[in-house]
């Protein structure tokens, strides 16, 4: 479970082009379940999904992952939190050019000191069951983009986290592709994963596996949203 207490993210401190990003917001996020974060463009959600992920601590306010206060954690903990608990898929998937798909699917576990023989076994595994196997020694630079979206989602989960947050991960897929995301996403939360994303798409905060939608406004949270 993931708690926001009052949060606020302000960019600019103390400047006069200072703004809140995020405004005295609470906020619970349910393990083992799918939270949608919608709104539009400048709403605070991205923000909101930084926070989430440890990538940016909050101006004020408390937040609570796993039941553990970690708002004040000095950064090596951090690290190690968001390294042990998180898997990221960017918006632009943020694939290294010049890297095979599985070098870039291996990439977050090269620095733990890990086997590589033992790494290279649970890369592809991951490929495999995201049906792009048979790219594995491609690079990343000639795939499409639902290849390239499955190849973010796999280095995502190669250290196991028990949560997965996803930036707006349909924007760059057609509806087949985002269907076929959709139907990864359902398996995750089928095998317990916590997932939470970002979208204005209807076909993602509409589905019928989404457990949360939460409208955001303004760096708020809105109590009537249409």
Do not use: C
Not at 87 to 114: A, C, E, H, Y
Not at 130 to 147: P, R
């Amino acid at each position: 479970m993931i708690v926001f207490e009052n949060v606020t993210k302000t960019y600019n401190e103390g400047a006069e082009n200072a703004f809140n990003a995020i405004l005295n917001l609470d906020l619970t996020i349910n393990s083992r379940e799918i939270t949608v974060l919608r709104g539009p463009s400048g709403s605070g959600k991205t923000t909101l999904l930084t926070l989430i992920g440890g990538m940016a601590r909050p101006t004020s306010g408390r937040i609570h992952v796993a039941e553990r206060e970690v708002t004040s954690l000095p950064e090596r903990f951090l690290t190690k939190m968001r390294q042990d608990t998180f898997g990221f898929v960017f918006q632009s998937f943020n694939l290294i050019k010049g890297l095979s798909v599985l070098d870039n699917v291996m990439l977050p576990l090269t620095p733990l000191g890990r086997p590589r023989n033992q790494i290279r076994k649970e890369a592809y595994a991951l490929l495999e069951r995201l049906h792009i196997q048979s790219k594995a020694h491609n690079l990343v630079e000639t795939l499409s983009g639902g290849e390239a979206q499955r190849t973010a989602i796999a280095r995502a989960l190669i250290n196991n986290p028990p949560v997965l947050i996803a930036d707006e991960p349909t924007a760059n897929l057609d509806t087949g592709l985002s269907y076929a995301f959709m139907d990864i996403i359902k398996e995750l939360k089928d095998q317990g994963k916590t997932v939470v994303m970002t979208s204005h798409d209807p076909l993602v905060w509409k589905s019928e596996i989404v457990d949360q939608v939460i409208s955001v406004r303004d760096g708020k949270i809105e109590s009537n949203p249409t």
